[in-house]
């Protein structure tokens, strides 16, 4: 069993920051591919950001350069750091490992103009 707890979400206005977490426990060794993907409304879920354990990255055309994805490999966490948000960034949020194979909870994310 692997569990994935997401924390960092909220409301923020335009041109904001939000760090996002994302700790990952229970029946894993070693994670090679962890990631955020996002969900915004009427929509469907999207790549965001992954990062392997060796720290190779890749990201969204949408968020680069916004947006930077790091990892703590000893504490199987995943960061999503948020910059210059933008209204059509509002979604939830999802923490990935794998593929992706497993799932978080999911974690709302607000950008008012």
């Known amino acids: 069993q692997v569990q994935l707890v997401e924390s960092g979400g909220g409301l923020v206005q335009a041109g904001g920051s939000l760090r996002l977490s994302c700790a990952a426990s229970?029946?894993?060794?070693?994670?090679?591919?962890m990631g955020w993907y996002r969900q915004a409304p009427g929509k469907q879920r999207e790549l965001v950001a992954t990062?392997?354990?060796?720290?190779?990255?890749n990201y969204a055309d949408s968020v680069k350069g916004r947006f930077t994805i790091s990892r703590d490999n000893a504490k199987n966490t995943v960061y999503l750091q948020m910059n210059s948000l933008k209204p059509e960034d509002t979604a939830v949020y999802y923490c990935t490992i794998g593929p992706p194979d497993y799932w978080g909870q999911g974690t709302q994310v607000t950008v008012s103009s």
């Open positions: 990062a392997t354990s060796g720290g190779s990255t």
């Open positions: 229970g029946s894993i060794f070693r994670i090679n591919l």
